[in-house]
């Protein structure tokens, strides 16, 4: 009604303004509102008349008036779900775990118990946890398994939260490849990647020419997923690259595929600059004694240009080349030194520690054995390899590996641990899942064997029972308990609030998967 609207805009002017300086306007018609307001313009003051009329006037647009139609079709209903919803108390903890930084590290376990107890969240908190998923790429992956059906549906009704399809459907990731931003076509095609890497790596060969190098260097990084011996061919011709940042990239994937023509042009060029004396046995007939491996390293008299097509760059800051053999050195399988040198890498290693190859071999072979996932040599390194010069990067090398991995390394560590029981820590520090019980039960067994010269061990930053806190198994949580009340004066009330807050709270949270209420 215009009419209607123009009034109401004359009184809202007058409200304004004020009646002293502004006279009511007079509402002309012979309809029901027009008589309304005749009426009580006919009686009264005039601030109450211009109240009056004010609330007739809304009431009479209010009063019958019918919403918007929208004629967008309903959105299918979401599928079934079949699994069992969480107890109220469970998602009060999950809520908890959401909005409390002291318990925020303890999210990861508590998603994984509702997964392993096949349930899915409430749908009344699918908003909140939805929310919390696209803010944060760890949120998205800890919580997803937990969202159900139910949270599927509800992240497609609203863009905001159709970040997450990338990572759960492959007709949304295929529709994003073609139509999104960057951000999202690399996270599709890692998707993609995922569940059919065939089919990945030849969208990316369609587009690598027409795509701008900073756009072709995050898609080249999605081949890092599921990555073989199938994606060297283009791998290869994508190190003709005119972009030293591309070619970066590819040569770090071609880092981790054993057998590749890359790999061998890097043994190739290494055989030039490092020298090995292999290990010898002592033995009795000819009388020898046993001699150590011997490693030396030669510096590059000059920059070998064709070095540049696999990524090593001259670089004018550094006149001394020893930084293309460190290149070199990454590229190669491990397995390279131990045959050269006829010797395991704990004697490799050994030898490496020594102040003239420090720099350019074993901080090498920390890269190498995260790139190429090596399980014998990170035990190694933990053992025997230069505390101040790998503490530092253990817990980062550690968490490469897999869960398994990981969990039967420390087992085999804590039987025989190393002298430097504090890099031991630092490198349990990367394995930041709750242990098995196996693994948990030599925890236990090395801390009841701390004596008073391994005070630092509870007491220094990344300590033991700040580990055992969050990750051992939830029978000896008590254990834990009574230990670090023996030790609580050593920390700050702070500190101290906290590790009883998360003690109380996986005590909490296993109760509450026992009581299922």
């Not at 309304?36 to 647009?61: N, W």
């Not at 109220?88 to 959401?98: D, V």
């Not at 004396?277 to 046993?290: D, E, G, I, S, W």
């Not at 696999?310 to 070199?328: H, K």
Request: charged share 25%; hydrophobic share 40%; aromatic share 8%.
């Amino acid at each position: 009604m215009p009419e209607l609207r123009t009034t109401w805009e004359k009184i809202t002017n007058v409200a304004i303004a004020g009646l002293a300086r502004q006279e009511l306007p007079v509402i002309e018609g012979d309809d029901a509102i027009a008589q309304l307001c005749a009426g009580i313009m006919a009686t009264g003051e005039k601030p109450a008349q211009l109240l009056s009329i004010a609330g007739a006037l809304q009431l009479y647009q209010t009063v019958g008036a019918r919403p918007p139609h929208d004629s967008t079709p309903a959105p299918a209903p979401a599928a079934v779900e079949t699994k069992s919803y969480c107890s109220f108390q469970i998602m009060r903890l999950l809520e908890i775990a959401l909005t409390n930084s002291d318990i925020y590290q303890i999210l990861p376990e508590l998603a994984s118990l509702i997964q392993k107890n096949d349930m899915v969240v409430m749908p009344n908190m699918l908003p909140m946890i939805l929310t919390a998923m696209v803010k944060s790429p760890e949120r998205l992956e800890t919580l997803l398994p937990i969202i159900g059906e139910h949270g599927i549906w509800l992240a497609r009704q609203n863009p905001a939260w159709q970040k997450i399809l990338l990572s759960v459907s492959e007709e949304f990731c295929r529709e994003k490849w073609e139509t999104g931003t960057r951000a999202e076509r690399t996270a599709a095609l890692k998707y993609l990647r995922g569940i059919d890497p065939a089919s990945a790596r030849a969208l990316l060969e369609e587009v690598m020419k027409a795509e701008a190098p900073e756009t072709l260097n995050e898609f080249i990084g999605a081949l890092t997923i599921n990555l073989s011996l199938d994606d060297e061919p283009l791998l290869e011709s994508l190190l003709d690259s005119k972009r030293k940042a591309v070619r970066k990239t590819v040569s770090t994937i071609l880092d981790c595929i054993p057998g590749t023509a890359y790999q061998q042009r890097m043994i190739e060029r290494l055989n030039q600059f490092i020298k090995i004396t292999p290990a010898q046995p002592a033995t009795l007939f000819p009388p020898r004694m046993k001699q150590d491996v011997k490693i030396e390293v030669i510096t590059p008299a000059e920059f070998d240009k064709t070095w540049s097509r696999d990524a090593i760059e001259f670089d004018n800051n550094y006149p001394d080349l020893s930084y293309c053999v460190r290149e070199m050195i990454t590229a190669v399988p491990l397995s390279y030194w131990e045959d050269r040198g006829q010797c395991g890498p704990a004697e490799l290693i050994k030898c490496a520690n020594s102040e003239s190859l420090i720099r350019i071999i074993l901080r090498t072979w920390l890269t190498a054995v995260r790139k190429q996932k090596n399980v014998v040599w990170m035990e190694e390194i933990i053992r025997h390899g230069d505390y101040e010069e790998v503490y530092k990067f253990l817990q980062f090398i550690v968490a490469a590996f897999t869960y398994k991995e990981r969990d039967e390394m420390f087992i085999s560590l804590l039987k025989d641990p190393p002298e430097q029981s504090y890099q031991l820590l630092c490198a349990l520090r990367g394995h930041n899942e709750v242990w098995s019980l196996e693994l948990s039960v030599e925890v236990v067994n090395f801390n009841e064997k701390l004596t008073s010269k391994d005070e630092h061990l509870k007491t220094k930053e990344g300590n033991i029972s700040n580990l055992m806190t969050n990750y051992i198994q939830p029978c000896y949580l008590g254990y834990v308990r009574s230990d670090f009340a023996k030790i609580r004066s050593n920390f700050s009330e702070t500190i101290c609030n906290m590790r009883v807050a998360i003690l109380d709270f996986r005590e909490e949270m296993y109760r509450a998967f026992e009581e299922k209420i």
